[in-house]
Protein backbone atom coordinates (compact mmCIF):
# COMPACT_ATOMS: atom_id res chain seq x y z
CA UNK A 1 0.00 0.00 0.00
CA UNK A 2 2.81 2.57 0.27
CA UNK A 3 2.55 3.39 -3.35
CA UNK A 4 -1.14 3.37 -3.71
CA UNK A 5 -1.99 7.19 -4.34
CA UNK A 6 -4.73 8.67 -1.70
CA UNK A 7 -7.84 7.45 -4.27
CA UNK A 8 -7.00 3.78 -3.99
CA UNK A 9 -6.18 3.83 -0.12
CA UNK A 10 -9.89 6.38 0.04
CA UNK A 11 -11.83 4.14 -2.31
CA UNK A 12 -11.08 0.47 0.07
CA UNK A 13 -11.38 2.17 3.18
CA UNK A 14 -14.45 3.40 2.38
CA UNK A 15 -15.91 -0.19 0.76
CA UNK A 16 -14.88 -1.87 3.53
CA UNK A 17 -16.71 0.80 5.44
CA UNK A 18 -19.81 0.37 3.08
CA UNK A 19 -19.28 -3.54 3.72
CA UNK A 20 -19.55 -3.42 7.37
CA UNK A 21 -21.90 -0.67 7.20
CA UNK A 22 -24.40 -2.91 4.83
CA UNK A 23 -23.44 -6.14 7.01
CA UNK A 24 -24.69 -4.30 10.27
CA UNK A 25 -28.07 -2.73 9.25
CA UNK A 26 -28.54 -5.65 7.53
CA UNK A 27 -28.11 -8.05 11.00
CA UNK A 28 -29.55 -5.01 12.45
CA UNK A 29 -32.60 -5.48 10.44
CA UNK A 30 -33.02 -8.60 10.94
CA UNK A 31 -32.75 -8.62 14.68
CA UNK A 32 -35.33 -5.72 14.59
CA UNK A 33 -37.81 -7.65 12.37
CA UNK A 34 -37.42 -10.65 14.96
CA UNK A 35 -37.54 -9.14 17.49
CA UNK A 36 -41.09 -7.39 16.57
CA UNK A 37 -42.00 -10.45 14.82
CA UNK A 38 -41.76 -11.99 18.71
CA UNK A 39 -43.28 -9.06 20.53
CA UNK A 40 -46.64 -8.71 17.99
CA UNK A 41 -46.90 -12.77 18.09
CA UNK A 42 -46.84 -12.64 22.09
CA UNK A 43 -49.73 -9.57 21.75
CA UNK A 44 -51.70 -11.34 19.50
CA UNK A 45 -51.49 -14.54 21.71
CA UNK A 46 -52.42 -12.83 24.65
CA UNK A 47 -55.56 -11.05 22.87
CA UNK A 48 -56.62 -14.77 21.74
CA UNK A 49 -55.99 -16.22 25.25
CA UNK A 50 -57.98 -13.54 26.99
CA UNK A 51 -61.05 -13.63 24.01
CA UNK A 52 -61.53 -17.30 24.90
CA UNK A 53 -60.71 -16.61 28.88
CA UNK A 54 -64.13 -14.21 28.66
CA UNK A 55 -66.49 -16.57 26.75
CA UNK A 56 -69.09 -17.71 28.92
CA UNK A 57 -68.92 -20.90 27.56
CA UNK A 58 -65.69 -21.16 28.64
CA UNK A 59 -66.38 -20.36 31.91
CA UNK A 60 -69.19 -22.19 32.43
CA UNK A 61 -67.21 -25.20 31.30
CA UNK A 62 -64.49 -24.78 33.75
CA UNK A 63 -66.90 -25.19 36.20
CA UNK A 64 -68.33 -28.25 35.24
CA UNK A 65 -67.68 -32.04 36.09
CA UNK A 66 -66.17 -32.64 32.69
CA UNK A 67 -64.11 -29.47 30.93
CA UNK A 68 -62.79 -31.66 28.44
CA UNK A 69 -66.18 -32.73 26.73
CA UNK A 70 -67.36 -29.42 26.43
CA UNK A 71 -64.24 -27.48 25.28
CA UNK A 72 -61.87 -29.72 23.42
CA UNK A 73 -63.56 -29.73 20.11
CA UNK A 74 -64.10 -25.80 20.49
CA UNK A 75 -60.28 -25.16 21.24
CA UNK A 76 -59.57 -27.18 18.55
CA UNK A 77 -62.02 -25.35 16.03
CA UNK A 78 -60.55 -22.03 17.32
CA UNK A 79 -56.58 -23.37 17.17
CA UNK A 80 -57.57 -23.95 12.95
CA UNK A 81 -59.07 -20.59 12.69
CA UNK A 82 -56.95 -18.72 14.74
CA UNK A 83 -53.75 -20.33 12.74
CA UNK A 84 -52.24 -20.99 15.96
CA UNK A 85 -50.43 -24.24 16.71
CA UNK A 86 -51.98 -25.16 20.29
CA UNK A 87 -54.88 -23.74 22.71
CA UNK A 88 -54.10 -25.44 26.12
CA UNK A 89 -57.71 -25.04 28.61
CA UNK A 90 -56.44 -26.26 32.76
CA UNK A 91 -57.26 -26.28 35.77
CA UNK A 92 -56.02 -23.65 38.12
CA UNK A 93 -53.86 -26.59 39.22
CA UNK A 94 -52.49 -27.09 35.88
CA UNK A 95 -54.18 -30.16 34.44
CA UNK A 96 -54.69 -29.77 31.40
CA UNK A 97 -58.82 -30.08 29.91
CA UNK A 98 -57.82 -29.64 26.60
CA UNK A 99 -55.01 -30.04 23.93
CA UNK A 100 -54.12 -31.23 20.40
CA UNK A 101 -52.94 -34.22 21.35
CA UNK A 102 -55.68 -35.81 23.55
CA UNK A 103 -52.90 -37.87 25.10
CA UNK A 104 -51.77 -34.87 26.38
CA UNK A 105 -54.97 -34.40 28.34
CA UNK A 106 -54.61 -34.77 32.54
CA UNK A 107 -51.66 -34.26 32.42
CA UNK A 108 -49.17 -31.33 34.09
CA UNK A 109 -48.76 -27.87 31.49
CA UNK A 110 -45.25 -27.84 31.24
CA UNK A 111 -44.36 -23.75 31.89
CA UNK A 112 -44.72 -21.15 34.47
CA UNK A 113 -48.58 -20.33 35.52
CA UNK A 114 -48.05 -19.20 38.66
CA UNK A 115 -48.69 -15.08 37.48
CA UNK A 116 -51.68 -16.50 35.86
CA UNK A 117 -53.06 -18.11 38.97
CA UNK A 118 -52.84 -14.91 40.68
CA UNK A 119 -54.86 -13.23 38.10
CA UNK A 120 -52.35 -11.42 36.09
CA UNK A 121 -51.55 -12.44 32.51
CA UNK A 122 -48.44 -12.66 30.80
CA UNK A 123 -46.61 -14.09 28.28
CA UNK A 124 -43.54 -15.82 27.54
CA UNK A 125 -40.82 -17.96 25.10
CA UNK A 126 -40.57 -21.70 26.62
CA UNK A 127 -40.54 -24.98 25.24
CA UNK A 128 -43.66 -27.39 25.52
CA UNK A 129 -44.71 -30.82 24.19
CA UNK A 130 -44.75 -29.00 20.94
CA UNK A 131 -40.97 -27.75 21.12
CA UNK A 132 -40.22 -23.71 21.64
CA UNK A 133 -42.91 -21.79 20.95
CA UNK A 134 -44.73 -17.94 22.34
CA UNK A 135 -47.42 -18.46 23.93
CA UNK A 136 -49.79 -16.18 26.42
CA UNK A 137 -51.36 -17.66 29.90
CA UNK A 138 -54.64 -15.81 30.72
CA UNK A 139 -56.64 -16.78 33.95
CA UNK A 140 -60.39 -17.75 33.97
CA UNK A 141 -62.61 -16.23 36.10
CA UNK A 142 -65.97 -16.65 37.24
CA UNK A 143 -68.40 -13.66 38.53
CA UNK A 144 -67.14 -13.71 41.63
CA UNK A 145 -63.62 -13.44 40.52
CA UNK A 146 -62.32 -16.38 41.40
CA UNK A 147 -59.76 -18.28 39.01
CA UNK A 148 -61.29 -21.09 37.83
CA UNK A 149 -59.30 -22.32 35.16
CA UNK A 150 -56.38 -21.12 32.77
CA UNK A 151 -56.09 -20.64 28.95
CA UNK A 152 -52.41 -21.15 27.43
CA UNK A 153 -52.43 -20.11 23.68
CA UNK A 154 -48.97 -20.40 21.23
CA UNK A 155 -47.35 -20.68 17.81
CA UNK A 156 -44.43 -22.68 17.49
CA UNK A 157 -41.19 -20.79 17.01
CA UNK A 158 -40.61 -22.59 13.77
CA UNK A 159 -42.95 -21.42 12.14
CA UNK A 160 -42.33 -18.02 13.16
CA UNK A 161 -39.30 -18.16 12.50
CA UNK A 162 -40.72 -19.14 8.78
CA UNK A 163 -42.32 -15.86 8.31
CA UNK A 164 -39.43 -14.13 9.46
CA UNK A 165 -37.29 -15.81 6.82
CA UNK A 166 -39.84 -14.27 4.24
CA UNK A 167 -38.69 -11.25 5.27
CA UNK A 168 -34.94 -11.75 4.37
CA UNK A 169 -34.75 -11.20 0.58
CA UNK A 170 -36.04 -8.18 1.10
CA UNK A 171 -33.65 -7.12 3.95
CA UNK A 172 -30.86 -8.43 1.66
CA UNK A 173 -31.99 -6.12 -1.06
CA UNK A 174 -31.58 -3.24 1.35
CA UNK A 175 -28.44 -4.17 2.18
CA UNK A 176 -27.29 -4.78 -1.69
CA UNK A 177 -28.64 -1.48 -2.20
CA UNK A 178 -26.68 0.46 -0.18
CA UNK A 179 -23.81 -1.48 -0.83
CA UNK A 180 -23.94 -0.79 -4.39
CA UNK A 181 -24.94 3.03 -3.92
CA UNK A 182 -22.22 3.18 -1.08
CA UNK A 183 -19.89 1.68 -3.69
CA UNK A 184 -20.54 3.97 -6.27
CA UNK A 185 -20.47 6.92 -4.55
CA UNK A 186 -16.72 5.51 -2.88
CA UNK A 187 -16.13 5.39 -7.05
CA UNK A 188 -16.70 9.08 -7.93
CA UNK A 189 -15.03 10.31 -4.48
CA UNK A 190 -12.23 8.29 -5.98
CA UNK A 191 -12.06 9.62 -9.11
CA UNK A 192 -12.53 13.00 -7.72
CA UNK A 193 -9.55 12.97 -5.84
CA UNK A 194 -7.40 10.92 -8.80
CA UNK A 195 -8.00 14.02 -10.20
CA UNK A 196 -7.16 16.98 -7.80
CA UNK A 197 -4.28 14.96 -6.43
CA UNK A 198 -2.79 14.05 -9.60
CA UNK A 199 -2.93 10.47 -8.77
CA UNK A 200 -0.27 10.89 -6.19
CA UNK A 201 0.00 9.19 -2.77
CA UNK A 202 0.31 10.59 0.71
CA UNK A 203 3.86 9.83 0.59
CA UNK A 204 4.40 11.54 -2.00
CA UNK A 205 2.44 14.57 -1.74
CA UNK A 206 4.60 15.59 1.58
CA UNK A 207 7.59 15.03 -0.32
CA UNK A 208 6.36 17.11 -3.01
CA UNK A 209 5.71 19.81 -0.57
CA UNK A 210 8.78 19.26 1.22
CA UNK A 211 10.86 20.13 -2.02
CA UNK A 212 8.21 22.58 -4.00
CA UNK A 213 8.41 24.50 -0.36
CA UNK A 214 12.27 24.46 -0.23
CA UNK A 215 12.80 25.16 -4.02
CA UNK A 216 10.37 27.76 -3.65
CA UNK A 217 12.07 29.97 -0.61
CA UNK A 218 15.88 29.35 -2.01
CA UNK A 219 15.24 30.80 -5.68
CA UNK A 220 16.60 34.48 -6.28
CA UNK A 221 14.25 35.05 -8.43
CA UNK A 222 9.92 35.76 -7.39
CA UNK A 223 7.59 33.06 -8.37
CA UNK A 224 4.24 34.17 -7.94
CA UNK A 225 1.14 31.06 -8.92
CA UNK A 226 -1.98 32.64 -9.97
CA UNK A 227 -5.06 29.88 -10.32
CA UNK A 228 -7.26 29.65 -13.22
CA UNK A 229 -9.35 32.43 -11.56
CA UNK A 230 -7.18 34.72 -11.59
CA UNK A 231 -6.18 35.04 -7.95
CA UNK A 232 -2.44 34.34 -6.18
CA UNK A 233 -2.33 31.26 -4.35
CA UNK A 234 1.26 31.05 -3.50
CA UNK A 235 4.60 33.23 -3.94
CA UNK A 236 8.02 33.47 -2.23
CA UNK A 237 9.66 35.74 -0.34
CA UNK A 238 11.39 37.22 -3.39
CA UNK A 239 8.36 37.83 -4.98
CA UNK A 240 6.82 39.63 -1.39
CA UNK A 241 10.08 41.86 -1.61
CA UNK A 242 10.01 42.67 -5.39
CA UNK A 243 5.72 43.30 -5.79
CA UNK A 244 5.78 44.90 -1.99
CA UNK A 245 3.54 42.41 -0.46
CA UNK A 246 4.09 40.53 3.00
CA UNK A 247 5.75 38.04 2.99
CA UNK A 248 3.99 34.88 3.82
CA UNK A 249 6.35 33.36 6.58
CA UNK A 250 5.07 35.47 8.71
CA UNK A 251 1.46 34.49 8.40
CA UNK A 252 -0.36 32.47 9.91
CA UNK A 253 -0.79 28.62 8.38
CA UNK A 254 -3.78 28.59 5.49
CA UNK A 255 -3.91 32.42 5.53
CA UNK A 256 -5.15 33.56 2.27
CA UNK A 257 -3.01 34.75 -0.13
CA UNK A 258 -4.16 38.75 -1.36
CA UNK A 259 -5.94 39.13 -4.40
CA UNK A 260 -4.13 40.78 -7.13
CA UNK A 261 -7.10 43.77 -7.03
CA UNK A 262 -5.91 44.62 -3.79
CA UNK A 263 -2.50 44.62 -4.55
CA UNK A 264 -0.63 47.80 -5.28
CA UNK A 265 1.18 46.98 -8.78
CA UNK A 266 1.91 48.45 -12.32
CA UNK A 267 -1.55 48.24 -14.57
CA UNK A 268 0.07 46.41 -17.02
CA UNK A 269 1.63 43.85 -14.40
CA UNK A 270 -1.60 43.39 -12.83
CA UNK A 271 -3.32 42.82 -16.17
CA UNK A 272 -0.71 39.86 -16.83
CA UNK A 273 -1.15 38.20 -13.85
CA UNK A 274 -4.38 38.21 -13.87
CA UNK A 275 -4.94 37.22 -17.92
CA UNK A 276 -2.93 34.22 -17.86
CA UNK A 277 -1.25 34.82 -21.15
CA UNK A 278 2.36 33.63 -22.13
CA UNK A 279 5.14 35.82 -21.40
CA UNK A 280 8.44 35.80 -21.87
CA UNK A 281 10.64 38.38 -20.51
CA UNK A 282 8.67 41.33 -20.98
CA UNK A 283 10.30 44.61 -18.87
CA UNK A 284 7.43 45.84 -16.17
CA UNK A 285 8.11 49.05 -13.82
CA UNK A 286 7.30 49.80 -10.65
CA UNK A 287 7.90 52.87 -8.80
CA UNK A 288 11.34 51.76 -8.01
CA UNK A 289 12.16 49.00 -9.26
CA UNK A 290 12.90 47.41 -13.16
CA UNK A 291 10.92 44.00 -13.67
CA UNK A 292 11.43 41.16 -16.00
CA UNK A 293 8.66 39.11 -16.47
CA UNK A 294 8.00 35.74 -17.83
CA UNK A 295 4.77 33.57 -17.21
CA UNK A 296 3.79 29.78 -18.65
CA UNK A 297 0.60 28.12 -18.16
CA UNK A 298 0.91 25.72 -15.09
CA UNK A 299 0.00 22.27 -16.83
CA UNK A 300 -0.10 18.75 -14.68
CA UNK A 301 2.37 15.73 -16.28
CA UNK A 302 0.53 14.17 -19.06
CA UNK A 303 1.80 10.57 -17.47
CA UNK A 304 -0.07 11.06 -14.48
CA UNK A 305 -3.28 12.37 -15.34
CA UNK A 306 -4.15 11.59 -18.88
CA UNK A 307 -7.34 13.02 -19.36
CA UNK A 308 -6.24 16.99 -18.18
CA UNK A 309 -5.35 18.65 -20.66
CA UNK A 310 -6.14 22.45 -19.37
CA UNK A 311 -3.57 24.40 -17.16
CA UNK A 312 -4.36 24.45 -13.70
CA UNK A 313 -3.03 28.37 -13.48
CA UNK A 314 0.18 30.28 -14.52
CA UNK A 315 3.71 30.10 -13.04
CA UNK A 316 4.86 33.58 -13.12
CA UNK A 317 9.02 34.27 -12.65
CA UNK A 318 10.16 37.55 -11.51
CA UNK A 319 13.54 39.51 -11.71
CA UNK A 320 14.54 42.79 -10.55
CA UNK A 321 16.65 43.97 -13.22
CA UNK A 322 17.02 47.66 -11.60
CA UNK A 323 21.25 47.33 -10.79
CA UNK A 324 21.08 46.15 -14.81
CA UNK A 325 19.22 48.97 -15.97
CA UNK A 326 21.49 51.01 -13.80
CA UNK A 327 24.33 49.89 -15.15
CA UNK A 328 22.86 49.78 -18.68
CA UNK A 329 22.54 53.38 -18.19
CA UNK A 330 26.14 54.36 -16.76
CA UNK A 331 27.45 52.04 -19.31
CA UNK A 332 25.24 53.71 -22.01
CA UNK A 333 27.04 57.66 -20.41
CA UNK A 334 30.45 55.81 -20.57
CA UNK A 335 29.88 54.94 -24.47
CA UNK A 336 28.95 58.26 -25.53
CA UNK A 337 32.11 59.59 -23.53
CA UNK A 338 34.01 57.23 -25.44
CA UNK A 339 32.10 58.10 -28.79
CA UNK A 340 33.25 62.04 -28.03
CA UNK A 341 36.61 60.44 -27.29
CA UNK A 342 36.92 58.68 -30.63
CA UNK A 343 35.69 61.80 -32.22
CA UNK A 344 38.05 64.16 -30.78
CA UNK A 345 40.77 61.83 -31.13
CA UNK A 346 40.24 61.58 -34.99
CA UNK A 347 39.68 65.34 -35.09
CA UNK A 348 43.17 65.90 -33.27
CA UNK A 349 44.83 63.74 -35.88
CA UNK A 350 43.70 65.47 -38.62
CA UNK A 351 44.84 68.76 -36.80
CA UNK A 352 48.30 67.37 -35.98
CA UNK A 353 48.62 66.52 -39.62
CA UNK A 354 47.41 70.27 -40.25
CA UNK A 355 50.18 71.92 -38.15
CA UNK A 356 52.55 69.41 -39.17
CA UNK A 357 52.50 70.07 -42.83
CA UNK A 358 52.00 73.90 -41.92
CA UNK A 359 55.68 73.63 -40.00
CA UNK A 360 56.85 71.60 -43.65
CA UNK A 361 55.76 74.01 -45.39
CA UNK A 362 57.71 76.84 -43.59
CA UNK A 363 54.81 78.72 -42.28
CA UNK A 364 55.30 78.19 -38.34
CA UNK A 365 53.32 81.11 -37.47
CA UNK A 366 49.77 79.96 -39.46
CA UNK A 367 50.78 76.45 -37.71
CA UNK A 368 50.95 78.26 -34.11
CA UNK A 369 47.85 80.27 -35.01
CA UNK A 370 45.89 77.37 -35.71
CA UNK A 371 46.82 75.27 -32.73
CA UNK A 372 46.31 78.23 -30.27
CA UNK A 373 42.50 79.07 -31.60
CA UNK A 374 41.95 75.10 -31.22
CA UNK A 375 43.13 75.18 -27.85
CA UNK A 376 40.94 77.98 -26.93
CA UNK A 377 37.86 76.30 -28.40
CA UNK A 378 38.36 73.45 -26.66
CA UNK A 379 39.07 74.74 -23.18
CA UNK A 380 36.23 77.02 -23.42
CA UNK A 381 34.03 73.54 -23.98
CA UNK A 382 35.44 72.32 -20.68
CA UNK A 383 35.92 75.76 -18.64
CA UNK A 384 31.86 75.97 -19.46
CA UNK A 385 30.90 72.95 -18.26
CA UNK A 386 33.51 73.07 -15.01
CA UNK A 387 32.03 76.13 -14.16
CA UNK A 388 28.69 76.12 -14.77
CA UNK A 389 28.35 72.23 -13.55
CA UNK A 390 29.72 71.32 -10.35
CA UNK A 391 29.02 67.75 -10.37
CA UNK A 392 32.10 66.13 -12.24
CA UNK A 393 29.90 62.67 -13.07
CA UNK A 394 26.96 65.43 -14.69
CA UNK A 395 29.51 67.76 -16.38
CA UNK A 396 31.22 64.41 -18.03
CA UNK A 397 28.15 63.04 -18.90
CA UNK A 398 27.09 66.94 -20.89
CA UNK A 399 30.79 66.71 -21.88
CA UNK A 400 30.03 63.66 -24.31
CA UNK A 401 26.13 65.04 -25.36
CA UNK A 402 28.46 68.07 -26.78
CA UNK A 403 30.33 65.45 -28.95
CA UNK A 404 27.05 63.26 -29.50
CA UNK A 405 25.45 66.16 -31.11
CA UNK A 406 28.06 67.19 -32.67
CA UNK A 407 27.61 63.80 -34.68
CA UNK A 408 24.13 64.59 -35.47
CA UNK A 409 24.51 67.95 -36.53
CA UNK A 410 22.29 68.86 -33.29
CA UNK A 411 23.60 72.57 -31.33
CA UNK A 412 23.78 71.82 -27.78
CA UNK A 413 23.21 74.49 -24.75
CA UNK A 414 23.49 74.43 -21.04
CA UNK A 415 22.88 76.72 -18.89
CA UNK A 416 23.24 75.68 -15.14
CA UNK A 417 23.03 77.50 -12.26
CA UNK A 418 23.14 76.66 -8.78
CA UNK A 419 24.67 73.68 -6.94
CA UNK A 420 24.04 70.32 -7.55
CA UNK A 421 27.08 68.71 -5.55
CA UNK A 422 25.64 69.77 -2.13
CA UNK A 423 21.91 68.67 -3.28
CA UNK A 424 22.13 65.19 -1.74
CA UNK A 425 20.48 63.49 -5.12
CA UNK A 426 22.08 60.10 -6.09
CA UNK A 427 24.11 61.21 -9.11
CA UNK A 428 22.93 57.34 -10.62
CA UNK A 429 19.58 59.18 -10.60
CA UNK A 430 20.56 62.31 -11.90
CA UNK A 431 22.53 60.25 -14.81
CA UNK A 432 19.53 58.46 -15.30
CA UNK A 433 17.02 61.15 -15.97
CA UNK A 434 18.99 63.85 -17.44
CA UNK A 435 20.63 61.25 -19.94
CA UNK A 436 17.39 59.74 -20.84
CA UNK A 437 16.16 63.39 -21.74
CA UNK A 438 19.07 64.94 -23.46
CA UNK A 439 19.03 61.50 -25.58
CA UNK A 440 15.35 61.54 -26.21
CA UNK A 441 15.89 65.66 -27.34
CA UNK A 442 18.97 64.85 -29.44
CA UNK A 443 17.08 62.17 -31.26
CA UNK A 444 13.96 64.19 -31.48
CA UNK A 445 15.75 67.48 -32.62
CA UNK A 446 18.00 65.44 -35.14
CA UNK A 447 14.93 64.38 -36.87
CA UNK A 448 13.21 67.64 -36.99
CA UNK A 449 14.04 70.60 -39.66
CA UNK A 450 17.18 72.96 -39.25
CA UNK A 451 18.05 75.01 -37.53
CA UNK A 452 18.14 71.75 -34.68
CA UNK A 453 18.95 72.58 -31.26
CA UNK A 454 18.96 71.18 -27.66
CA UNK A 455 18.93 74.02 -25.10
CA UNK A 456 19.68 72.34 -21.29
CA UNK A 457 19.02 74.41 -18.27
CA UNK A 458 19.32 72.76 -14.73
CA UNK A 459 18.58 75.26 -11.90
CA UNK A 460 18.51 74.99 -8.26
CA UNK A 461 15.44 77.30 -7.03
CA UNK A 462 15.19 78.44 -3.65
CA UNK A 463 11.75 80.54 -2.76
CA UNK A 464 10.89 80.32 1.38
CA UNK A 465 8.74 79.28 2.53
CA UNK A 466 8.91 76.51 -0.31
CA UNK A 467 11.55 73.50 0.20
CA UNK A 468 14.33 73.97 -2.44
CA UNK A 469 14.22 72.07 -5.41
CA UNK A 470 16.23 71.39 -8.57
CA UNK A 471 14.70 72.15 -11.72
CA UNK A 472 16.13 70.73 -15.15
CA UNK A 473 14.72 71.39 -18.35
CA UNK A 474 15.11 69.82 -21.52
CA UNK A 475 14.08 72.03 -24.61
CA UNK A 476 14.16 70.41 -28.61
CA UNK A 477 13.21 72.04 -31.47
CA UNK A 478 12.10 68.72 -33.00
CA UNK A 479 8.12 67.76 -33.76
CA UNK A 480 7.39 67.68 -29.58
CA UNK A 481 4.47 65.53 -28.33
CA UNK A 482 1.20 65.24 -29.62
CA UNK A 483 -1.74 65.88 -27.02
CA UNK A 484 -3.38 62.88 -27.86
CA UNK A 485 -0.17 61.19 -26.57
CA UNK A 486 0.74 62.91 -23.38
CA UNK A 487 -0.81 60.17 -21.33
CA UNK A 488 1.27 57.37 -22.91
CA UNK A 489 4.37 59.25 -23.58
CA UNK A 490 5.81 57.53 -20.24
CA UNK A 491 4.59 54.19 -20.80
CA UNK A 492 6.78 51.31 -21.12
CA UNK A 493 7.09 50.38 -24.56
CA UNK A 494 5.49 53.81 -26.36
CA UNK A 495 7.92 55.17 -28.44
CA UNK A 496 7.47 57.27 -32.00
CA UNK A 497 11.04 56.40 -32.60
CA UNK A 498 12.02 52.48 -35.23
CA UNK A 499 12.33 49.76 -32.85
CA UNK A 500 16.76 49.27 -31.74
CA UNK A 501 18.01 45.97 -31.34
CA UNK A 502 17.00 46.02 -27.92
CA UNK A 503 13.64 47.46 -28.26
CA UNK A 504 12.09 51.51 -27.82
CA UNK A 505 9.85 52.99 -25.06
CA UNK A 506 12.49 52.53 -22.21
CA UNK A 507 14.01 55.82 -21.50
CA UNK A 508 10.90 57.90 -20.66
CA UNK A 509 9.52 55.50 -18.60
CA UNK A 510 13.21 55.11 -16.56
CA UNK A 511 12.63 58.89 -16.00
CA UNK A 512 9.50 59.05 -14.67
CA UNK A 513 10.15 55.70 -12.54
CA UNK A 514 13.54 57.64 -10.60
CA UNK A 515 11.52 61.15 -10.63
CA UNK A 516 8.88 58.82 -8.87
CA UNK A 517 11.39 57.76 -6.51
CA UNK A 518 12.58 61.15 -5.84
CA UNK A 519 9.62 62.42 -4.78
CA UNK A 520 9.53 64.93 -7.87
CA UNK A 521 7.13 65.99 -10.68
CA UNK A 522 7.88 65.39 -14.39
CA UNK A 523 5.76 67.92 -16.83
CA UNK A 524 5.41 67.88 -20.90
CA UNK A 525 4.88 71.40 -22.51
CA UNK A 526 5.43 72.55 -25.93
CA UNK A 527 7.65 75.53 -27.40
CA UNK A 528 9.30 74.69 -30.64
CA UNK A 529 9.38 71.25 -29.53
CA UNK A 530 8.65 69.75 -26.34
CA UNK A 531 9.95 70.56 -23.25
CA UNK A 532 10.21 68.33 -20.64
CA UNK A 533 10.50 70.22 -17.25
CA UNK A 534 11.67 68.01 -14.37
CA UNK A 535 11.03 69.22 -10.35
CA UNK A 536 12.94 67.40 -7.71
CA UNK A 537 12.97 68.56 -3.86
CA UNK A 538 16.35 68.71 -2.45
CA UNK A 539 17.57 66.42 0.48
CA UNK A 540 19.79 67.76 3.11
CA UNK A 541 23.39 66.09 2.71
CA UNK A 542 23.33 63.55 5.78
CA UNK A 543 25.83 65.41 8.91
CA UNK A 544 29.36 63.83 9.95
CA UNK A 545 28.64 62.00 13.11
CA UNK A 546 30.36 63.92 15.81
CA UNK A 547 32.56 61.71 18.02
CA UNK A 548 32.97 63.37 22.02
CA UNK A 549 36.27 62.06 23.30
CA UNK A 550 35.93 60.76 26.63
CA UNK A 551 37.22 62.60 29.67
Sequence with gaps: MH???????????????????????????????????????????????????DSPLVVTAAQSPDPTAALQAYTLEVTEHAELDFITIMSPAGIRWTHPDAGEIGRHYIGKTAPAVAGTPFTEVTSGTLGPSVRAVVPIVDPDGTVVGLVAAGVKTSNLQIALNARLPAILALALALLLAGSVATWLLGRYLRRVTLGWGPEELAQLFVYNDSVLHSVREGLVLVDRKGDIVLYNDQAAQLLGIPSRQGSRSGAAAPAIADLDLPP?????????????????????????????????????????????????????????????????????????????????????????????????????????????????????????????????????????????GVQLTV??????????????????????????????????????????????VSAAPAPPVVVIEVADTGRGVDPDELGQVFTLGHSTKDPGRYG??????????????????????RRIGAVFTVTIPLHAPAAEPQVTPNA
Design 268 to 408: SLAELLASGRTAQDEVHLTDTRVLVVSQEPAVPTPSRVRSRTTPMGTVTTIRDHTDLESLGTELASMRTLSDALRAQTHEHANRLHTIVSLMELGRSAEALEFATRDMAVSQHLTDEMIGSVDEPVIGALLVGKFAQAGEL
Design 3 to 53: GWSIARRLFLAHFVFIVVLAVFVGTASFVDARDRGYSETADRMLAVAAAIA
Design 415 to 460: DSAGTLADSGLSVQDLVTVLGNLVDNALDAAAGGEPPRRVDVAIRT
Design 504 to 525: RGLGLALVRQAVNRLGGSLTVT
